[in-house]
């Protein structure tokens, strides 16, 4: 049976390609296209591949998993849970569509009271969290999480038209990130991945 150690190992993308059968090429391809979940080493532009990313993205894509990684399989990857927090439905639906591509779970909380439930329900790994909400300010709902101890390494990336004048505000208050509205849909998903590798 696949221990933790197996399902985070990092893969060169010459790994991921002969595990596929196919040109190294491709699979940059696949990376610049957002289909598989990748970084880049710091200073080097390498990219690498976590072993979990992979298989969830062998399972999405109707793709063979290869013989000598059954037994990681068997284990089964779920996909991460992001819970997006954000009462602008077109915003949302945007934020939802990205991530979802990039093969997260998700979920829509319209403000920080049904966050708020949500968190024990859905349980997310990362949570995105717009500040201009009604009734409970997005201030307001970093206080209230980050006074749970339970939800204390709870990776939440603000995403704010006011993160230029507010951001030593907002991360005071308790955010792990800021990315400012309007956005590139690369720079969302790799601020959640980021997240989400240092839990």
Known sequence: MAD??????????GEVAKYCGVSFRTVIRWIERGHLNAYKLPGRGDNRVQM???????KQNKMPVPDELKHIEAVGVAAKRVLIVEDDDIMACAIEFLLEQAGYETKIAVDGFQAGAMLGTFKPDVMTLDMMLPGMS?????????????????GILVVSGSVRDEHDRYMA????DVLAKPFENITLVDKVESLLAKR
């Open 52 to 58: 979990a990313d992979f298989m969830l993205f062998l």
């Open 138 to 154: 997005g201030v307001e709902v970093l206080t209230f999480i980050r006074g749970m101890s339970e939800f204390n390494e709870l």
């Open 4 to 13: 933790i150690a197996e399902i985070n190992r990092v893969m060169t993308t």
């Open 173 to 176: 208050a308790g955010a792990s």
